[in-house]
């Protein structure tokens, strides 16, 4: 939640009009999340997760998850991805596609789902700490190249 808040006022500085789907700890269902990107038709849909692998400390790394068959939300997934994995530093896992996740099947728009890292990783669970505003930056500037827009 902290790096899609500061992701959220980087694109408002910008002038860009950001709807969040939750802005505190308050719970919203994924299909709930959904239907309110596609009532205001919303160009794009990024949805901000940190991974953990129980079994294995050692896994670590930035996925970006796009909807199987969706060109845009693959293109738009693999801007996120480079531009994050740049800013942070962080172990360019790449990207997948992916049907199973609701918020790509069930949004009318690109939609992408990355996963900054692992918090079962001390490397990672120390970026995502300490690194908050990159990786927010890095996914800021992976939006900017997909509009077509010069990186910052």
Do not use: W
């Not at 006022?9 to 719970?27: A, K």
């Not at 400390?57 to 060109?71: K, N």
């Amino acid at each position: 939640l902290p790096v899609s808040l500061m992701l959220r006022d980087i694109l408002v500085e910008e002038g860009y009009n950001v709807v969040m789907t939750r802005d505190s700890d308050v719970y919203m269902t994924l299909s709930d999340r959904c239907q309110v990107a596609n009532d205001i038709n919303a160009d794009i849909f990024i949805s901000i997760h940190c991974n953990a692998l129980a079994n294995n400390t050692t896994y670590e790394g930035l996925f970006t998850f796009f909807s199987t068959g969706s060109t845009k939300g693959q293109k738009l997934a693999q801007y996120v991805q480079d531009a994050t994995a740049a800013s942070t530093g962080t172990i360019n896992r790449g990207i997948r596609n992916n049907s199973d996740y609701t918020v790509l099947r069930k949004t009318n728009m690109p939609a992408i789902l990355v996963e900054l890292a692992y918090l079962t990783n001390g490397n990672d669970a120390l970026k995502l700490r300490d690194e908050q505003p990159a990786f927010a930056r890095g996914i800021y500037n992976g939006i900017l190249s997909y509009f077509g827009f010069a990186p910052q």
